[in-house]
């Protein structure tokens, strides 16, 4: 739906440090638009079936984690599974999650992937597009009973509040890599979030963290670290030098590390596995299972690991008949540094197309609770990390 821009929101995104409502000279907020939903649409289309998903890809970690050849297939370092593990075994806690889906409006939201590691656009989700809703149905551009599904914000602060009191006597360090305006901009959100719930919280960069002689990480105030949340994906960890001291020392982690069974493209082929037909999942097939995809057409190849849309190729289901051919011809649709550890394959489903964008919404989750969703938009079938951010209302 059409709408005019709000004349003074560029100072008002100064005001709240909303500083990457534009990126690569192109803008990522877009306000000339929202999308409208009805209740129903999102409580029976949305909200429910991401927690119904969410409960899915549980089962999956519970199973992938007994299962030693599963841990191969999701890619996870041999050295690394006892950590893994432990961490499920032990009950640490998760913090959020958000669920991609392709949705027309009618009919089932079908699911593209889980972003359960390290999901971004927190900020322009829990609190921008809220304040966009306050001061359009302040000036009467939108009605009085327009609405959004957004408990992101509050649902944080709450899980915060629960976090201190499962971790107590921790100092919560947050971290990003340098030289990310976005991460850190999410990062610094939730470290409001944090603040408001009365934890003791502390920031250090990726690259700036070091160690103590007895392996114990350490800021660049060589404060010990205890309690970390890492805008950091757990593969790239797992490989890094550090990686070593990875579970001999006394850290609780956040995103916890059995979320790297979650944020692992892995995952889909495996859901399908457990939950065939489930009318929210996409087939999906590891390459050694390609015999089992002939029936449809064309396929999405996906790496193991990737991350904004990276390395995605489509795949014709001709060439997937192919006796033996475990690498069918693909015509690439993205480019990326992924894929070194394989692929799986997902059925096609192109996103819904409104005008001329193609449009995906992210479906949050706080700890097990749909809290809101987030809306992308592209003039490509891939939604990439500079595609288009724009706000929803419910009427």
Partial sequence: MPIKPRSHWKERAREFGFGFHTMYGEPYWDESAYYQFSLKQVEQDLEDPTEEIHQMCLEVVRRVL?????????????????????????????????????????????????????????FETGFWQWLWLQDNVDSGALPRQADQFNSLQEKLVNRFRDLQFLTPGRALHFA??????????????????AREAGLDQHFVFIEDIGRDAAGQFTDLQDQVITWMFKLYPWE???REEFGAFLGGNNIRWLEPPWKSILSNK????????????????????????????????????????????????????????????SQPEAQLLSDGPYGEEGYIYQAMYPLPKFGENYTLIGSWLIDDEAA????????????????????????
């Avoid at 961490?87 to 640490?92: A, F, K, L, R």
């Avoid at 987030?374 to 209302?393: A, F, N, Q």
């Fill in 372 to 395: 809101g969703i987030s809306l992308r938009e592209d003039s490509g079938l891939i939604t990439l990390d500079s595609s288009r951010y724009l706000p929803h209302v419910i009427i």
């Fill in 266 to 325: 892995a995952l889909l082929p495996m859901l399908w596995r457990l939950f065939p037909d489930h009318p929210n999942l996409l087939p999906a097939f590891f390459e050694d299972e390609l015999d089992k995809a002939a029936a449809h057409e064309t396929l999405v190849k996906k790496p193991i690991f990737s991350r904004e849309g990276a390395n995605i190729s489509l795949v014709q289901g001709s060439s997937v008949k192919s006796e033996g051919m």
């Fill in 236 to 238: 790239f960890m797992f």
């Fill in 176 to 193: 990003c890599c340098k030289g990310t305006d976005e991460d850190r901009g999410t990062v610094q959100y939730l470290q409001d979030c």
């Fill in 66 to 122: 007994a299962d030693d050849a599963l841990m191969r297939r999701f890619c996870i370092p041999e050295r690394h599974w006892d950590f893994v593990r432990n961490s499920w075994e032990n009950g640490d806690p998760s913090l959020y999650s958000r669920l991609d889906f392709a949705y027309t409006g009618q009919g089932p939201a079908k699911l593209y992937e889980n972003n359960a590691d390290t999901p971004t656009s927190l």
